[in-house]
């Protein structure tokens, strides 16, 4: 089965600390991809990032990082000094092919953050 | 490009009468999907089409749902009856069949069933 686990329900920081936000998936295929989306309080979801299975190398988008470990199956996002702007709502997801059905996108709950002034 | 369009923004209906929910997929994109979001159930999928043919139907709640797309640029989510439960945030979303530049979401359309 595939699963995407966000333990976190919510995460308050102060504006300027680093927070990072965790992510653990579960899929018995061996290829397949992970997401993150934002979803800010207006409510659309925004498209982060993208990694494939075969892929670990870590990646850094200006204060934004990701860490892939298939040793853990994880993918979490880290970002640096945050932000007021950063407040929403972050999604991991996962797209596998299971059952001859490709390109179904598994959500996790979400992880609410909420950086402080 | 437009993106995704999703229409209307917002739906406010009454208990028992039909919502239909549209969606226009991005230009060369033959993968639809249809997802809900609630507190309770968070980010769901309902339905899915590859070049406009259904896939997995399997997230549809129940027979009072119905999805349809007659074409490549067009796509309908139904609900006859509906109820107060099905009040959530409908979202549509398009992919060309590869993730690589990942699923590209509508702006949702806020369902409230009164």
């Known amino acids: 089965a595939q699963k995407v686990t966000q333990a976190q329900t919510e995460i308050s920081v102060v504006e300027k600390e680093d927070v990072t936000l965790d992510c653990v998936y579960e899929?018995?295929?061996?290829?397949?991809?992970l997401f993150w989306y934002k979803q800010p309080p207006s409510g659309e979801l925004v498209f982060l990032i993208r990694r494939n299975s075969f892929d670990e190398q870590n990646e850094i988008s200006g204060r934004y990082s990701w860490n892939f470990q298939k040793s853990t199956s994880s993918f979490n996002f880290t970002i640096t000094a945050s932000q007021v702007v950063d407040s929403a709502v972050y999604f991991c997801?996962?797209?596998?092919?299971?059952?001859?059905?490709?390109?179904?996108?598994?959500f996790g709950t979400g992880t609410l953050l909420a950086v402080q002034p | 490009d437009a993106g995704v369009i999703q229409s209307p923004r917002h739906e406010v209906t009454e208990m028992g009468q039909e919502v239909t929910l549209r969606c226009k997929p991005i230009?060369?994109?033959?993968?639809l999907f249809w997802y809900r979001q609630t507190m309770m159930r968070g980010l769901e999928l309902l339905i899915y089409f590859n070049n406009n043919v259904p896939i997995d139907d399997s997230g549809m709640p129940e027979d009072r749902f119905s999805a349809k797309m007659p074409n490549a640029s067009f796509s309908t989510l139904k609900i006859q009856p509906s109820e107060p439960r099905d009040s959530a945030v409908y979202f549509c979303?398009?992919?060309?069949?590869?993730?690589?530049?990942?699923?590209?979401f509508g702006s949702g359309t806020r369902l409230t069933v009164v």
């Open positions: 899929t018995r295929d061996t290829t397949y991809y």
């Open positions: 230009s060369g994109h033959d993968y």
């Open positions: 997801a996962l797209s596998a092919n299971y059952g001859g059905a490709t390109n179904k996108l598994i």
């Open positions: 979303a398009s992919s060309d069949g590869y993730p690589l530049d990942g699923y590209t």
